[in-house]
Nanobody, 122 residues
Framework: QVQLVESGGGLVQAGGSLRLSCAAS????????MGWFRQAPGKAREFVAR????????YYADSVKGRFAISRDNAKNTLYLQMNSLKPEDTAVYYC???????????????WGQGTQVTVSS
């Protein structure tokens, strides 16, 4: 099992930036990929971005492509999400998650953090 702890959320004005972090511990070597998801009130949890631990191969949802960047520091077992040009519709609770497979489906991720709130004001 992988333990995940997110940090870095907050309130920011539209057009601003935030960087989320996710510290991983436990059996991280069993995680092939790490992902960021988000969930807005009354909406389903949606995929944001993913990265493989080894090669660093990334993949993004169309809604964040060109604005968000996912990265990882293998030595620190930490995942990041740099969010630029934020929009009010990016407001959500953001979760990091670990998966033994390469997927954009939340059901494929078996370890989750507690989430961190991101609020973008207009």
């Amino acid at each position: 099992q992988v333990q995940l702890v997110e940090s870095g959320g907050g309130l920011v004005q539209a057009g601003g930036s935030l960087r989320l972090s996710c510290a991983a511990s436990g059996r991280t070597f069993r995680s092939y990929a790490m992902g960021w998801f988000r969930q807005a009130p009354g909406k389903a949890r949606e995929f944001v971005a993913r990265i493989t631990w080894g090669s660093g191969f990334t993949y993004y949802a169309d809604s964040v492509k060109g604005r968000f960047a996912i990265s990882r520091d293998n030595a620190k077992n930490t995942l990041y999400l740099q969010m630029n040009s934020l929009k009010p519709e990016d407001t959500a609770v953001y979760y990091c998650a670990a998966s033994a497979s390469l997927s954009v489906l939340a059901t494929s991720y078996d370890s989750w953090g507690q989430g961190t709130q991101v609020t973008v004001s207009s």
